[in-house]
């Protein structure tokens, strides 16, 4: 059974940064998802499990960077120039396929809370 936990999440003010982490108890694909209330969750970045490959989402382009640490279970997504619109429950997910199909992410985190102030 795959196991994610995450953290990092916090109340920042609009142009901060920071920067979630996800540890996983194997090696899989692995992306970050987030939910803001009353909208549907939205696929933000994706990461291959060896780290080659990423995708991240059109919104979050150019701000935001997935990456892989060194031990390889350990994705982190970097958050830069930090929007109020970004404020959402953001969660970790392992996938059982690629990193950029949505339906093969099956494996979800707890989530943490970003806020971003204005």
């Known amino acids: 059974q795959v196991q994610l936990a995450e953290s990092g999440g916090g109340l920042v003010q609009a142009g901060d940064s920071l920067r979630l982490s996800c540890t996983a108890s194997?090696?899989?694909?692995m992306g970050w998802f987030r939910q803001a209330p009353g909208k549907e969750r939205e696929f933000v970045a994706g990461?291959?499990?060896?780290?080659?490959?990423?995708y991240h989402a059109e919104s979050v382009k150019a701000r935001f960077t997935i990456s892989r640490g060194n031990a390889k279970n350990t994705v982190y997504l970097q958050m830069n120039s930090l929007k109020p619109e970004d404020t959402a429950v953001y969660y970790c997910?392992?996938?059982?396929?690629?990193?950029?199909?949505?339906?093969?992410?099956?494996?979800w985190g707890q989530g943490t809370q970003v806020t971003v102030a204005s």
């Open positions: 997910a392992a996938s059982n396929g690629s990193y950029y199909y949505t339906p093969d992410f099956q494996t």
């Open positions: 990461i291959s499990w060896f780290g080659d490959r990423t």
């Open positions: 194997g090696l899989y694909a």
